[in-house]
């Protein structure tokens, strides 16, 4: 089955505890991104990668890091995590040369303490 | 940064009713806009992406049009049913292929 996938799904922690959410997809996509989204406010693009080793910055990447050393696999790292990133996050993946449509992953809901 | 703004932000509607938002961007200068469905507890699914001015696209009772010109797109559902209840995101490809989203219309249909 065509999908992403996020881990882990939820999770509580405390500022200053490094973490990493996985996301992996088996659909060969070359793009990849990470959003978060919080209330009131839209999807906010943290980073992307349109290929192997090629990441870019989105809207809000302060507080982020990402690697992209395998195409199927895209982490999210964050080295100090603080109150303010606790949200939900959405990994997705598009194949580049089409449409760019996108396929999220399910989320990941952080809070940190 | 490419501003998107949808309008209305909810909307409640009758079983039955025809209903339409709107997806306002500042720009004509980006590569595509993209509608996604987004239900409670799931992730965002796309819905359509177009490109072109004048562009429309249907999928059962939902279609969508794009003025690049003016810069909005429309969303219709007709004859709403409450499995249409979701909120519904715009967002736009800009050159430098990153994404802008809108902040959503979250739609109900009572039944």
């Known amino acids: 089955e065509a999908q992403v996938t996020q881990n882990p799904r939820y999770l ?9 959410v996985t996301c992996s997809q088996n659909m060969n996509h070359e793009y990849m991104s990470w959003y978060r989204q919080d209330p009131g406010l839209g999807l906010r693009q943290i980073y992307y990668s349109m290929n192997v080793e090629v990441t870019d ?8 890091k990402v ?7 895209f982490p999210l ?3 100090s995590p603080s109150p303010n990133q606790t949200s939900l996050y959405f990994c997705a993946s598009t194949p580049t040369g089409g449409t760019y449509e996108q396929y999220f992953g399910p989320g990941t809901r952080l809070t940190v303490t | ?8 932000q909810s909307l409640h509607v009758q079983e039955g009713d025809s209903t339409n938002f709107t997806c306002s961007f500042p720009s004509s200068n980006f590569y595509a806009l993209h509608w996604y469905r987004w239900e ?8 359509f992406v177009m ?25 219709y559902i007709k004859g709403s049913q409450p499995e249409d209840s979701a909120t519904y995101l715009c ?16 739609l109900t249909v009572i039944p």
């Open chain 1, 12 to 20: 509580i922690t405390v500022t200053g505890k490094k973490l990493t």
């Open chain 1, 57 to 64: 910055k989105g809207d809000v990447p302060e507080g982020y």
């Open chain 1, 67 to 73: 690697s992209r050393k395998e195409k199927r696999n």
């Open chain 1, 77 to 79: 790292i964050l080295e």
């Open chain 2, 1 to 8: 940064i490419l501003n998107v703004e949808q309008s209305p």
């Open chain 2, 40 to 47: 409670t507890a799931k992730s965002p699914e796309a819905l």
């Open chain 2, 51 to 75: 490109t072109l001015n004048g562009d429309e696209k249907k999928k059962g009772r939902i279609s969508a049009t794009l003025n690049t010109k003016e810069g909005y797109s429309y969303l």
């Open chain 2, 91 to 106: 967002a736009i490809r800009g050159f430098g292929n990153q994404f802008y989203f809108g902040t959503g219309t979250s």
